[in-house]
């Protein structure tokens, strides 16, 4: 299994960014995948997450209204479409997989077991 994050990068504050999660070794129609981001000194958060049963979301209430996650199965790819990017959002930000399920109810980041390497976004004032 292989998550690889792209689209992160400097934007300044009320700008936006796309991540994608390239996902490779499973079949793309059993997961849960979900983004978290850690920034520097502080505990890595859980930001967004899609299931592929009927494509349940989840996001954290810092983000809502301003970030939409989906998935494309026919590229294998996850995206979290980031609006409205505020000063805070700035973190690494990592997808991560859990296959043992299809959806995201009560799943945290333990559950996850496949992460990527992260891509870094960063958001001036």
């Known amino acids: 299994v292989q998550l690889v994050e792209s689209g992160g990068g400097l934007v300044q504050a009320g700008g936006s960014l796309r991540l994608s999660c390239a996902a490779s070794?499973?079949?793309?129609?059993?997961?849960?995948i979900g983004w978290f981001r850690q920034a520097p000194g502080k505990e890595r958060e859980g930001v967004s997450c899609i299931g592929s049963s009927d494509g349940g979301t989840y996001y954290a209430d810092s983000v809502k209204g301003r970030f939409t996650i989906s998935s494309d199965n026919a590229k294998n790819t996850v995206y979290l479409q980031m609006n409205s990017l505020k000063p805070e959002d700035t973190a690494v930000y990592y997808c991560?997989?859990?296959?043992?399920?299809?959806?995201?109810?009560?799943?945290?980041?333990?559950?996850?077991?496949?992460w990527g390497q992260g891509t870094q976004v960063t958001v001036s004032s």
């Open positions: 070794g499973f079949t793309f129609n059993n997961y849960a």
């Open positions: 991560a997989a859990d296959l043992t399920v299809r959806f995201c109810f009560g799943r945290s980041s333990v559950h996850f077991d496949y």
